[in-house]
């Protein structure tokens, strides 16, 4: 189950942008056409930890879960 880390309620266009948010933890849009270079939404939104996964939830906001384990090969 994902767990909500910070509150931003962003208004996202999904026709013509991609959300994610970078290594360094900040919200970025870029531009679909793969034109463009990325824009920076919010700076340092979140201190990242490796054991999550980070993304953007429906609401617009930072959620976190976490990540599934390695499985051995039998």
Same mark, same amino acid.
């Given at each position: 189950?994902?767990?909500? *880390?910070?509150?931003? &309620? ?6 013509? !942008? /991609? %959300?994610? +948010? =970078?290594? @360094? #933890? ?13 824009? *920076?939404?919010?700076? &340092? ?6 054991? !999550? /996964? %980070?993304? +953007? =939830?429906? @609401? #617009? ?14």
């Amino acid at each position: 189950m994902a767990e909500k *880390v910070k509150d931003l &309620k962003l208004k996202r266009d999904y026709k013509k !942008f /991609l %959300y994610y +948010i =970078d290594g @360094e #933890g900040s919200v970025c849009q870029k531009p679909k056409s793969g034109e463009g270079d990325p824009e *920076v939404l919010v700076q &340092k939104a979140v201190d990242r930890d490796n054991q !999550f /996964l %980070y993304f +953007i =939830d429906k @609401e #617009g906001d930072i959620s976190r879960s976490p990540r599934g384990q390695k499985k051995k090969a039998a």
